[in-house]
């Protein structure tokens, strides 16, 4: 199979994820069909995707032609057939629930190319847990991105118990042909390398906090200063939200029983408040609603 130019990629889902991870191959000259159940959704992550690589044309980063071939090389449907069925590479990118998941890949079973690689963007569920032994489990993985995925470079390759390496090698050259970094997690564990590190350094901060040690703000400086990191855990969680900050302890903790993942009592609190950082103007600090003039 050719990965550049030839290959055909699918991604299901045009979410925050998906419409993103779609552009970022076509950029890079991948062919991709981009579907979702939603029409909207598809012309939203159009016009979001155009509006996002035209700021890149205006400082002169891209060039106004490649955006317009670039854009052209992404289409767009509902028919998950007619996308996935002449793909190289599918990409499962739907919103996180189990069921609906496991429904896309059990249909892909029946309609994919033999050979096609069967990949899921999930955050948190190993591809074990989405397919059955129809889908062929050796050419299954999970090709975890960043958002946002036109500007993070990473993205995890993680082998599933039955993947095989002729899989894990075609996902690994096909992140590098799409411009992004892979590195290769070889056992699907819950929240594979960057997810796992990031929490623990959290709820140690989230600890320091809860026994009283320093304040929100000393915490967010120490770390800055410190460790270098652009934003400390606490400026971090009202950023990505203290709701999905907490599900995802939450959700480390009920699936490796492990009590170092145990959400934050403060954490909870803001939680149970409706304070979820900076979408609702208030988190671990204020974001007072700007007024533009
Ligand atoms: N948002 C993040 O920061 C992030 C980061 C890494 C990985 N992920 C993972 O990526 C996946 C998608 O997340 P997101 O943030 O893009 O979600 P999102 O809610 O922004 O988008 C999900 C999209 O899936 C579509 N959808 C739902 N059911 C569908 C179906 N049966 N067929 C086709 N489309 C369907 C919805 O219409 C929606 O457009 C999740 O598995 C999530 O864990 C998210």
């Known amino acids: 199979m050719s990965q550049r130019g030839g290959a055909r990629l699918a991604v299901v889902g045009a979410g925050s994820m998906g419409a993103q991870i779609a552009q970022q191959a076509a950029l890079s000259g991948l ?12 012309e939203r992550a159009r016009r979001s995707n155009r509006q996002l690589l035209e700021r890149r ?7 106004a032609a490649y955006l317009e071939a670039a854009l052209g090389r992404v289409s767009l449907t509902t028919d998950l057939v007619q996308a996935a069925s002449g793909a190289d590479i599918v990409l499962e990118a739907v919103t ?10 059990g249909r892909l079973a029946a309609f994919s190319k033999p050979d096609a690689i069967l990949a899921s963007n999930s955050s948190t569920m190993g591809v074990s ?9 050796e050419r299954c993985c999970n090709l975890h991105f960043f958002y946002p995925p036109l500007v993070m470079d990473l993205v995890e390759v993680v082998k599933g118990p039955q993947t095989s390496d002729e899989t894990i090698q075609r996902a690994i050259r096909f992140v590098r042909d799409i ?21 623990m350094a959290t709820q140690e901060a989230y600890r320091l906090l809860d026994s009283g040690v320093a304040s929100v703000e000393d915490i967010d400086t120490a770390v800055e200063k410190g460790l270098n990191w652009p934003l400390g855990p606490f400026r971090l969680g009202d950023l990505t939200g203290l709701d999905i900050t907490y599900n995802a302890r939450q959700h480390m903790y009920e699936t ?38």
Do not use: M
Request: proline residues 6%.
């Open 31 to 42: 062919s991709v069909a981009l579907q979702d159940i939603s029409e909207d959704q598809l």
């Open 57 to 63: 044309v205006a400082k002169g980063r891209l060039d």
């Open 96 to 105: 996180e629930r189990l069921e609906a998941k496991r429904e896309i890949f």
């Open 129 to 137: 847990q989405l397919i059955s032994a129809d889908c062929r489990p």
């Open 179 to 199: 411009g992004r970094t892979p590195v290769l997690v070889k056992k699907e564990i819950p929240g594979f390398i960057v997810n796992r590190i990031l929490h």
């Open 256 to 293: 490796t029983g492990d009590p170092r993942y145990k959400p934050s009592k403060q954490l909870a609190a803001k939680v149970a408040a409706g304070e979820l950082g900076r979408k609702t103007q208030q988190g671990w600090y204020s974001y007072p609603i700007e007024v533009k003039q």
